[in-house]
């Protein structure tokens, strides 16, 4: 034990990252059976769902981790969003869709009163966020309840910011990671590197542990993090081909094809930077395309053109998370995945 698996009530430092869309507690659950802190992205849950999945947890006996975005809503802004709507004409016309039958609205859901409401009855042991903390008033319940406080720093700025507002420890997220930038302080992706950049530099600046994210995939990866101090390592991408995983067929294909060795940072899917292997509408509109609404008001317009060429078995539309490195993901069971990890905390055979 370390002083971070000591703080997260586990023998071994290492948690299943959060990944929402793709995984509900059945992966936590199965990751946690192996030694991992499983985890439950709610970012896409509503309160009820959220119910549903953590009474599976609860019953485990095992401690876990649940997981929200922080975000603050934006403002919408009509004359982006028509925008938006232009630069997806072509694609509504080729499919014969109006797009003034589309609602608007946001694609994700950020940490709110309701949600603390939901999980109070649980108290669980760990909360982490992505894009910062939230209001004070709702850290302050989660903090009331025992819970550690958990959250992704892209920048050594982002690290010292959340060890000043009250996080027990730090996730250093680099550039590989799948799935959202974390990033809150500042929007410059220039600022923001890769793991073995980011990790040695977060170390020296704060007291808290700090936890290594983003291209670690295996037992290797796990002790080259810890070597260069990680007190701990958080996985998402290699736990996305495993049976417990909800990763749709068609983008488990495509993270084990060759397709998967390039990745890219696209806001078109959500407005945020996120990275996944690129597609077609990737490809045609540029992956940082200026129009996509802000975060998370990009979802709704492109979502039906999403939804009719998967019916047609085509990923063209769909964001296809992947960190840099998907070499870790295969079709084995989640306790496999989590046990071949663990061994990278002993020395190398
Ligand atoms: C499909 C997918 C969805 C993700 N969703 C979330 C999320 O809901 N919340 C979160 O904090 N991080 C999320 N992440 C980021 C992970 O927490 C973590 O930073 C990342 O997976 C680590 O890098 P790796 O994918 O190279 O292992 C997601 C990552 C992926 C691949």
């Not at 990252?17 to 499983?38: C, F, I, K, R, S």
């Not at 025992?146 to 996730?171: C, F, N, Q, R, Y």
């Not at 940072?265 to 395309?289: C, D, I, K, S, Y």
């Amino acid at each position: 034990m370390n002083r971070l698996s000591e703080l997260l009530g586990m023998r071994w430092p290492l948690i299943q990252a959060p990944m929402a869309g793709a995984q509900g507690a059945a992966l936590a659950l199965a990751a946690g059976e192996a030694g991992a802190l499983g985890s439950l992205p709610c970012a896409m849950l509503a309160p009820d769902a959220m119910q549903r999945e953590l009474t599976l947890l609860a019953a485990s006996g095992r401690p876990y981790n649940v997981n929200f975005f922080c975000h603050t809503p934006p403002e919408p802004d009509a004359a982006r969003e028509t925008a938006w709507r232009a630069a997806l004409a072509p694609y509504f016309a080729e499919i014969g869709l109006d797009p003034a039958g589309i609602p608007a609205g946001p694609g994700r859901l950020p940490f709110s009163a309701a949600a603390a409401d939901a999980l109070e009855p649980f108290k669980p042991h760990v909360v982490s966020f992505h894009f910062g903390l939230p209001a004070p008033d709702l850290l302050a319940r989660v903090k009331a309840w025992s819970a550690k406080v958990l959250s992704s720093a892209t920048t050594v700025d982002e690290a010292i910011w959340l060890e000043a507002h009250g996080v027990d420890a730090v996730i250093a997220q680099g550039l590989e990671a799948g799935g959202h930038r974390g990033h809150f302080l500042s929007h410059d992706l220039s600022r923001q590197t890769g793991t073995f950049a980011l990790l040695p530099q977060v170390k020296a600046a704060v007291r808290v542990p700090v936890i290594a994210a983003g291209g670690i995939a295996d037992a290797a990866g796990v002790r080259a993090a810890m070597a260069l101090g990680a007190d701990g390592v958080q996985v998402g991408t290699a736990y996305l081909c495993s049976p417990e995983a909800t990763t749709s067929a068609l983008h488990r294909a495509v993270l084990q094809s060759e397709a998967a060795r390039h990745t890219q940072l696209t806001t078109l899917f959500t407005g945020r930077p996120a990275r996944g292997v690129p597609n077609r509408v990737m490809r045609e509109l540029g992956p940082l395309n200026a129009a996509a609404p802000e975060f998370p008001l990009a979802t709704s317009a492109i979502a039906p053109l999403r939804a009719h060429w998967e019916k047609q078995g085509k990923g063209d539309f769909t964001p296809l998370w992947s960190g840099q490195n998907a070499s870790g993901c295969r079709a084995a069971g989640a306790a496999e995945i989590t046990r071949d990890l663990v061994a990278g905390f002993s020395p190398a055979a």
